[in-house]
């Protein structure tokens, strides 16, 4: 199967639009002044019908499909989709399949599953999924079994806990996320 590039080049424009725009709020401090930015709300909500269709139509947009460029760009299209858990909890089993088959990304998977399990308040697997205490320290979110976490992130490609907390830090400052 060749890739399809329309569909590639879509997901990336769709991964941009996120990305810039997310950018932008935060270089000019309108991120913190909303809850959910309606800009923001705005981008999510059409990559999230767009998505719902390419999963209609294709299932998992895998790099056989769309390259590993854009397979990550589907996933971090789904990722931010946290106004619809529906499409998540939709594409989760459909990724589960892609990454099964060489198709995905085996950590990409592990954030939309901690993902999902955080927004259900329940315990996350892989601790990809952090928050900054009221002292601007960051800290993983509740882990279920935190003693096997680090073999579970490295059999997904993931770096240990602890280094992906210290860099999460080095990113935080008090008055705002930094530019690295």
Do not use: F, K
């Not at 599953?113 to 900054?132: F, K, M, N, V």
Request: hydrophobic share 40%; with cysteine.
């Amino acid at each position: 199967m060749a890739v399809n590039d329309a569909l590639r080049h879509e997901l990336l424009a769709m991964q941009a639009a996120d990305q810039d725009l997310l950018q932008t709020l935060i270089e000019t401090g309108e991120l913190e002044r909303h809850a959910y930015h309606p800009r923001m709300r705005a981008v999510h909500e059409r990559n999230n019908a767009r998505m719902r269709a390419i999963l209609d139509t294709h299932g998992w947009p895998g790099g056989r499909l769309v390259g590993d460029d854009g397979a990550r760009a589907a996933w971090l299209i789904v990722q931010h989709a946290v106004l619809d858990p529906g499409l998540m909890r939709r594409a989760l089993p459909l990724l589960a399949a892609a990454v099964d088959d060489g198709d995905a990304d085996g950590w990409c998977l592990a954030y939309l599953e901690d993902r999902l399990r955080t927004l259900a308040d329940r315990p996350q697997r892989y601790g990809t999924q952090h928050d900054i205490d009221a002292g601007g320290r960051a800290y993983p979110l509740p882990i279920e079994d935190p003693a096997g976490v680090d073999e579970r992130r490295r059999a997904v490609g993931l770096d240990p806990l602890a280094e992906a907390t210290a860099r999460i830090q080095r990113r935080y400052r008090p008055d705002g996320p930094s530019r690295e």
